[in-house]
């Protein structure tokens, strides 16, 4: 990868975009650094050493470089972006017209992302206000800015202007991401997710740190937490380069003078066809019951619904089930979507081409489904050691008593860390490609 930025730096050309992202992506986090008006946060809204589950707020903190913890112009970050884009990509498969969208080529692309902005400006709109009344039950607001005192603002014109603050934050984001893909390296939305997490690194390096300093089954923990940190990237790496090639031959046809086909080539099926997204949304829908909790705040020992909300602790072996079941539901759901054999098959046969010793058609159809079922099992699988590692960490190291509170081994953030970097080496090579770079080809 470094040998890949190192060559594109040499090009005049790549190195304007390089420096045009870097530039973008600078003032994105200082915007994640900016207060809102009328707030009054002092400390993190979320503690990472706080036990308890892993609430939906913990999630926004992480998808958000922090910004949200603090209540930043920033603080919704991608996060309305990337829901908008789940949403409009599951409502392709259910809406027709958006089908038909999508089947319309470049100018089909350009309306759903048009939709899909309109859609996340919507989602931000409803997270902020959400945020908003969030902040008010928590008394952060204030009318003190800067030593002057506001005392004119109402409750409800304090939340009209933190909440349009928070949405045009939030679409300012999704402008700069696009003049990343306009003008810089591309994947501009991926970038600022990938520099908001690696933004926490510092902290946690520092915590780290502390423990460390401490000596004794702390100095076997730290360093048993490094050594795992770099194996888990590099199974990550092995994973989601891993893939399943069916070759498939064409056949020769006549057109006119020239004779085409005939030759041989493959379909890639990737072990990993769905990314991270199993494990965002199986998050996602197990850190509902804690986050209902937070705001009702349900008394320890109190009732049935403590217990309840118990069995969603990171450290409850219910979660852990759960968390492993949801992973490999939303693996084959959204494969599902994603993948159709009977349009690939059909995609073949209009091409002459066949799968050697397989017959076109339906028979194509169920080798490619059957071959997709194992891939996604193991894929899911996969997916879920990473997930359920950080997770059986913790508990071993409390187990030792070197209970790490702050420490977050998060399998989510490195399948993300990892991905943004291969897909933007992957976006250098293919333009360095394309200006035919020797140094590249070396």
């Not at 503690?47 to 930043?72: I, K, R, S």
């Not at 919507?122 to 902040?135: D, E, H, K, R, T």
């Not at 928590?138 to 909440?163: E, R």
């Not at 705040?297 to 602790?313: I, T």
Request: charged share 15%; net charge positive; proline share 4%.
């Amino acid at each position: 990868m470094f040998k890949t930025f190192i060559n594109a730096w040499k090009v005049p050309d790549l190195r304007k975009k390089i420096l045009y992202t870097a530039l973008i992506l600078l003032v994105f986090r200082i915007g994640a650094a900016i207060p809102v008006p009328f707030l009054n946060i002092t400390g993190a809204l979320v503690d990472p050493t706080a036990g308890g589950g892993a609430t939906f707020m913990n999630y926004l903190v992480m998808m958000t470089g922090d910004a949200f913890n603090y209540g930043t112009i920033f603080a919704m970050s991608v996060t309305p972006y990337i829901n908008a884009s789940i949403i409009i990509e599951l409502l392709t498969v259910a809406i027709p017209a958006l089908e038909n969208l999508a089947k319309e080529g470049e100018e089909g692309r350009k309306k759903i992302s048009r939709i899909t902005r309109y859609t996340a400006v919507g989602l931000a709109l409803l997270q902020s206000v959400a945020y908003f009344i969030y902040l008010k039950s928590k008394n952060y607001l204030t009318t003190d800015i800067n030593g002057s005192q506001f005392t004119g603002f109402s409750l409800w014109m304090q939340g009209i202007v933190v909440v349009a603050i928070l949405t045009a934050g939030s679409a300012l984001v999704i402008w700069l991401g696009d003049r990343i893909d306009e003008r810089g390296i591309g994947n501009g939305i991926s970038m600022m997710l990938f520099v908001g997490i690696v933004s926490r690194i510092p902290t946690m390096v520092t915590t780290l740190y502390q423990y460390f300093d401490r000596g004794g089954i702390y100095y076997a923990a730290v360093s048993i937490f490094v050594v795992c940190m770099f194996l888990l990237i590099a199974f990550i790496l092995r994973k989601d380069n891993a893939e399943k090639r069916i070759p498939v031959q064409y056949a020769k046809r006549v057109v006119g003078r020239k004779m085409y086909g005939g030759q041989n080539s493959h379909i890639p099926l990737k072990v990993n066809m769905t990314g991270v997204l199993p494990i965002i949304f199986a998050s996602s829908i197990l850190s509902l019951p804690p986050t209902i909790n937070l705001f009702i705040g349900a008394e320890e020992g109190n009732g049935w619904y403590d217990h309840f909300f118990k069995f969603f602790n990171s450290d409850s072996w219910v979660y852990g089930i759960l968390y492993f079941l949801l992973i490999i539901f939303f693996d084959y759901f959204y494969a599902a979507i994603q993948y159709n054999p009977v349009e690939m098959a059909n995609n073949l046969r209009k091409n002459s081409g066949a799968i050697p010793g397989i017959r076109p058609g339906k028979p194509t159809a169920d080798y490619l489904q059957k071959i997709m079922n194992k891939l996604i099992l193991l894929g899911a699988l996969l997916l879920s050691v990473v997930a359920l590692f950080p997770i059986v960490y913790s508990q071993i190291s409390k187990a030792v008593g070197a209970d790490m509170a702050g420490v977050s081994l998060g399998g989510t953030s490195i399948i993300i860390l990892v991905g943004v970097a291969l897909e933007t080496q992957r976006q250098l090579e293919s333009q360095l490609m394309m200006r035919h770079y020797k140094g590249f080809l070396d």
